[in-house]
């Protein structure tokens, strides 16, 4: 199924949905460009770390 949602931050038609982390504040799904950009601005040289609360 083609999903016609658009991206909260480029508003480009999203193809594989991401959801953006709650910290960084965004409203609706985002593209997995973005995602990719958000991850690297708020966790720089470090990987997802979806689990932290885990540690
Ligand atoms: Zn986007």
């Known amino acids: 199924m083609v999903s016609k949602?658009?991206?909260a931050i480029c508003s480009e038609k999203i193809q594989f949905r991401?959801?953006?982390?709650?910290?960084?504040?965004i409203e609706g799904s985002i593209c997995g460009n973005?995602?990719?950009k958000k991850i690297n601005e708020h966790y720089?040289?470090?990987?997802v770390r979806v689990n932290k609360h885990l540690d």
Do not use: I, L
Request: hydrophobic share 10%.
């Open 5 to 7: 949602e658009k991206c």
């Open 18 to 25: 991401y959801n953006p982390m709650d910290e960084w504040g």
């Open 34 to 36: 973005c995602y990719s």
């Open 44 to 47: 720089p040289g470090e990987h």
